[in-house]
Structures are given as C-alpha cells and as structure tokens.
C-alpha cells in the first residue's frame, strides 16, 4: 500500500461517515495535511504515514493550533507498532518533551476503507482564531483544488477520464 493510496481510501471512508474532506490542504504554518475533515462544526487534521510515529507525530501536532482533532492514520500492519512507540513516548511526556503529543489520535486503516481507533484524539485546546480562520477562507476559495487526493483538480480528473474515454 503506497501513502496516497491510505489517503484515498481513508478520504472515501470518512466521506461515508459524514466528513466533508478536502486532501493536502495547508493547515498551519510549518505544512500541509494529508486529509483535513469537518463534520459537525469540527474541523479534524489526518496525517496518513505507512510507518514511523514520530515523524507523523511532528506533522500532526502542529495542526492542532488551527483544527480540534488531529489523527495519525496508519495501515493495520504497522498501527500497533505505533501505538507500542506511542506509549513509549507518554514517559517523555510526563517530564515536558513533548508537547501536544497526548492530544494526537491513532487510527489503523484496512485496505478496504475501515478504520479502528487505537488511540482517540482528544480536543485541542489551543486552537489560534487567526489561524481557523485563515484554514476555513482557504478551504471556501479552494474548495476544487483540495477535492481530490494526490492534488489532482477535479476538472483534471474529468479531463483525463474524457480523454481515455475517446482511446
């Protein structure tokens, strides 16, 4: 499974959830998030990564000045790992390392869309005003340049499904 191919099925299954789902939106200002989500007025960062929870973990704690959920997703055969890692890092936490890092959830992702919580996000508390609005402005102007994963525009993606349609 390639990490775009993780972002895609998750995407499609957060969209059967309920989410609206837009795909490398620029969340904060140290990056972009794989999958950003809103269902209910809450506004979720998903950074998808095939292995190593602590470089996910630096991607994903920094969303949480601007969204109120942020979720590591990983496939089913490397999430426990993960998780193990995780709670090696809570020890480092405890003596005031790691910032943000116990509000970070962790999902295990089947290939076929389903997810488990292995780990449930909790609510930021340091959500910027400036900095959600600056997201929701984002996601309003662009609405067709986050639709799709991978950045392909939705117009591109009828384009080139017209073109090997004529083949």
């Known amino acids: 499974m390639t990490e775009l191919r993780l972002v895609t099925i998750l995407g499609q299954a957060m969209r059967e959830q309920g989410f609206e789902v837009w795909y490398e939106v620029p969340v904060s200002w140290l990056g972009r ?11 979720w960062a998903v950074e998808a990564k095939l292995s190593n929870w602590c470089e996910a973990w630096r991607q994903a704690s920094p969303h949480l000045l601007v969204v109120d959920y942020a979720v590591i ?8 790992r993960g998780l193990s890692q995780a709670k090696r890092d809570m020890l480092k936490l405890r003596k005031g390392e790691c910032r943000h890092r116990d509000e970070v959830g962790l999902w295990s992702v089947s290939g076929v869309g389903d997810w488990e919580e292995l780990r449930a996000p909790l609510p930021s508390h340091e959500v910027t005003k400036y900095g959600r609005e600056l997201l929701v402005r984002r996601l309003e102007r662009d609405r067709a340049y986050y639709a799709m994963p991978g950045g392909v525009l939705v117009d591109e993606l009828a ?3 017209r073109l090997e349609a004529s083949e």
């Open 33 to 43: 998030c794989d999958i950003v989500g809103r269902r209910d007025g809450r506004y």
């Open 73 to 80: 997703a990983m496939p089913n055969s490397t999430a426990h």
């Open 159 to 161: 384009l080139y499904q």
